[in-house]
């Protein structure tokens, strides 16, 4: 299995951009859907989350701004980020919680993406 980020970038404070993420391979069924950001010299936290349902969960630093979004048919998610501010620089990285074809539950990671907004 394989997790394909993109997006992504610079942008300016009150800006916008938009995270994608596939995965794809020996892919059964996706569970949760997941974002993460790494600020500079802090841990990776969870931002943004997504159940199968399409139900999304928000850490509260990004509630109200941040939108998760998943597209099934395609092993894809999204993170449509408005209102950005310079707090939210940092990497963001893309989590996946799947069945393989052999029923095994895994998590997987993406490669992190460069958010870096600007004030």
């Known amino acids: 299995v394989q997790l394909q980020a993109s997006g992504g970038g610079l942008v300016q404070a009150g800006g916008s951009l938009s995270l994608s993420c596939v995965a794809s391979g020996s892919i059964f069924r996706i569970n949760a859907m997941n974002w993460y950001r790494q600020r500079p010299g802090k841990q990776r936290v969870l931002i943004a989350t997504?159940?199968?349902?399409?139900?999304?969960n928000y850490d509260d630093s990004v509630k109200g701004r941040f939108t998760i979004s998943r597209d099934n048919t395609k092993n894809t998610w999204y993170l449509q980020m408005n209102s950005l501010k310079p707090d939210d620089t940092g990497v963001y990285y893309c989590?996946?919680?799947?069945?393989?074809?052999?029923?095994?539950?895994?998590?997987?990671w993406g490669q992190g993406t460069q958010v870096t907004v600007s004030s």
């Open positions: 997504i159940d199968p349902s399409g139900r999304p």
């Open positions: 989590n996946v919680d799947l069945q393989t074809f052999t029923k095994r539950t895994q998590n997987y």
